[in-house]
C-alpha cells in the first residue's frame, strides 16, 4: 500500500481559457500549483498561501472542481489524493520559491511531449473538460 499525499490544487485559467501549470526546480514534470497542507489549515487556507509563496498572486475565489487521487509524480511509491478547485487570482503570476518554470497549455490539447502529472493527465484535465 502507497503511502498518501494530501494535497489541495488550483485549476487558473486565463482569458483564453489557457490553464496555468507550474515546474518545481530540480523536476522535469508539469503540475497544477498547490501544495500540502500546514498544520490547521483547511484548503482555502493553504491555497492561499501556497499561491502567494509560489506565484506571488492572491485568491480572488475558489469553487471545488472535485477530489482526486493518482499515483504521485515526483514522488515514488506514494499517492497523491487533491482537492482541486477552479481558482481566480489576481496580481502578476511569476515563478517564485520552488517554482523553476512556469506554462500556458490549451487543457483540450496539451503540448506534444509536455511531461504532465498523472493526476492531471488522468483526472483534472477530463473533469474540466467535461465542465465545457
Not at 67 to 76: D, G, H, M, V
Not at 108 to 122: E, F, N, Q, S
Amino acid at each position: 500500500m502507497s503511502k498518501v499525499l494530501d494535497i489541495v490544487t488550483a485549476v487558473i485559467r486565463d482569458e483564453a481559457g489557457r490553464m496555468l501549470l507550474v515546474r518545481k526546480r530540480g523536476t522535469a514534470i508539469f503540475m497544477k500549483p498547490g501544495g500540502k497542507r500546514d498544520p490547521g489549515e483547511d484548503d482555502l487556507t493553504a491555497l492561499t498561501r501556497e499561491l502567494d509563496e509560489e506565484l506571488g498572486c492572491r485568491l480572488v475565489s475558489a469553487d471545488l472542481l472535485g477530489r482526486f487521487s493518482a499515483p504521485a509524480a515526483n514522488e515514488a511509491g506514494f499517492t497523491v489524493q487533491s482537492a482541486t478547485y477552479l481558482a481566480v487570482v489576481e496580481g502578476e503570476i511569476t515563478a517564485q520559491a520552488e517554482i523553476e518554470e512556469l506554462a500556458w497549455i490549451d487543457p483540450a490539447a496539451p503540448p506534444a511531449g509536455m511531461p504532465l502529472a498523472p493526476l492531471l493527465k488522468d483526472e483534472v484535465i477530463p473533469a474540466l473538460l467535461a465542465l465545457a
